[in-house]
């Protein structure tokens, strides 16, 4: 009770205001509520007419670390170290040092167990590590939509150019032939083939790989990815194997290369080349220029 109510009035004045404040707080009015419905400003005043009545749940702010809070004393319990439970639990080393720091220290590791520790949070972090590489590809990967046709076009011209065989002033074979071991990059050069509107029946196929894979199930695999008969294919090019040499594209998933090549290709090919130079000179960065003879 405020100390400045000394008289009998006063005493009773307040009575019936903190009567009025009480029946209010029952009702689920928060402080503020209170006062504006009392007309109370002193907030010491405030403060004596709702003692002892507890606030609506409504008005009590929810503490999101508390659940952290908890969990951070249970593992402290169990003997973790700061350093796994800021891991563990994805927060700053000052708020477990707030949160732990009443609680007995847990005895010193060994070698061998600080190791194994470290192992497992540096497993934790390439993980996060890879789930944050995902979802940028993934954003990434949602950003292209749909390809228009003009679009797979300059596509096709630029992935020939760079990976296609070309014409050299000293061998003027003027051959369409593409080379890769990607399935996703045989998929694009062979769409677009299609948009250019090459016939299958031009298309010949051929598999470039070591001679100790499996030669016929990688056949069997292009032949597949392209659409294609194993009499679309030419006897395959192996390559001999040498001990000597360690070798990472090893196992079920090496396919080796596959060749594309495009019969009765001439005029094709000195399109193509004239494609990429028309895109050379269309970004604006190049001198003008004929194309080379």
Not at 148 to 161: A, H, K, M, N, P
Request: aromatic share 8%.
């Amino acid at each position: 009770m405020p100390r400045t109510y000394n008289t009998p009035e006063q005493l009773r004045s307040f009575e019936r205001l903190r009567e009025q404040a009480v029946a209010l707080r029952r009702q689920g009015l928060s402080r503020r509520q209170i006062r504006d419905h009392l007309k109370v400003r002193n907030n010491d005043l405030l403060n004596c007419l709702v003692q002892g009545e507890p606030p609506p749940a409504w008005t009590r702010r929810p503490n999101a670390k508390d659940d952290l809070r908890a969990r951070a004393r249970e593992l402290r319990r169990q003997g973790w170290t700061y350093d796994r439970i800021e891991l563990e639990l994805g927060v700053s080393r000052s708020s477990v040092s707030l949160w732990v720091r009443d609680l007995p220290r847990p005895p010193r590791r060994t070698r061998e167990e600080a190791s194994a520790i470290a192992a497992r949070g540096w497993e934790r972090t390439l993980a996060l590590r890879e789930e944050e590489r995902q979802q940028t590809k993934a954003a990434a990967t949602a950003e292209i939509g749909t390809l228009s046709d003009r679009e797979l076009f300059l596509i096709g011209v630029g992935l020939y150019w760079a990976e296609g065989s070309k014409s050299k002033p000293y061998r003027r074979d003027e051959a369409v032939v593409f080379v890769n071991s990607d399935p996703d990059m045989i998929r694009i050069y062979l769409a677009w083939l299609d948009l250019l509107g090459v016939e299958r029946e031009r298309r010949r196929f051929r598999v470039m790989i070591h001679e100790s894979a499996d030669v016929e199930g990688a056949q069997q695999h292009w032949a597949e990815l392209a659409g294609a008969s194993l009499q679309d294919f030419d006897k395959p090019v192996l390559k001999k194997h040498n001990p000597k040499t360690v070798r990472k594209n090893t196992g079920e998933s090496y396919r080796g290369c596959m060749v594309v090549r495009v019969r009765q290709a001439a005029d094709l090919y000195r399109r193509i080349e004239g494609w990429w130079y028309g895109i050379v000179l269309g970004v604006g960065s190049a001198p003008p220029r004929e194309c080379p003879n």
